[in-house]
């Protein structure tokens, strides 16, 4: 599976239908966004499907990063998607579409305040 590259940190890569319900439910009471319309968002991969992927990835991770450090956040914090080994290339560009790469200045700014990112 693809990760995410966020301030030096490879993150899983999370679909709508593939991420935790917690994190799913963290982004809906911090952006107000119900489950259809955030689909939609992610489906149409306009620039907020980047800011929902960028949560998703960093909330499985273990950072609490909020929805307005992100929304807050400029076109410059985009990162890049990284294939892993194995991974088939037509995969690859499907996660890229439902999970745009994003990169956000709120990850690990301090390592020794935030937990290191759990492999998947």
């Given at each position: 599976m693809a990760k995410l590259r966020i301030n030096g940190h490879?993150?899983?890569?999370?679909?709508?239908?593939?991420?935790?319900?917690?994190?799913?439910?963290?982004?809906?009471?911090?952006?107000?966004?119900?489950?259809?319309?955030?689909?939609?968002?992610?489906?149409?991969?306009?620039?907020?499907?980047?800011?929902?992927?960028?949560?998703?990835?960093?909330?499985?991770?273990?950072?609490?990063?909020?929805?307005?450090?992100?929304?807050?956040?400029?076109?410059?914090d985009l990162g890049e998607i990284i294939a892993e080994p194995?991974?088939?290339?037509?995969?690859?560009?499907?996660?890229?579409?439902?999970?745009?790469?994003?990169?956000?200045?709120?990850?690990?700014?301090?390592?020794?305040?935030?937990?290191?990112?759990?492999?998947?």
């Open positions: 490879d993150l899983v890569v999370k679909t709508m239908s593939k991420a935790r319900n917690i994190d799913i439910i963290e982004l809906q009471r911090q952006s107000g966004i119900k489950m259809g319309e955030l689909r939609e968002l992610v489906t149409e991969a306009d620039h907020m499907g980047n800011v929902i992927a960028s949560f998703l990835a960093q909330h499985n991770a273990g950072f609490k990063v909020g929805w307005d450090d992100l929304l807050n956040g400029t076109l410059e194995g991974d088939e290339p037509a995969k690859v560009e499907d996660e890229a579409e439902e999970n745009p790469p994003v990169r956000s200045e709120t990850v690990a700014a301090d390592d020794a305040a935030a937990p290191a990112p759990t492999p998947a």
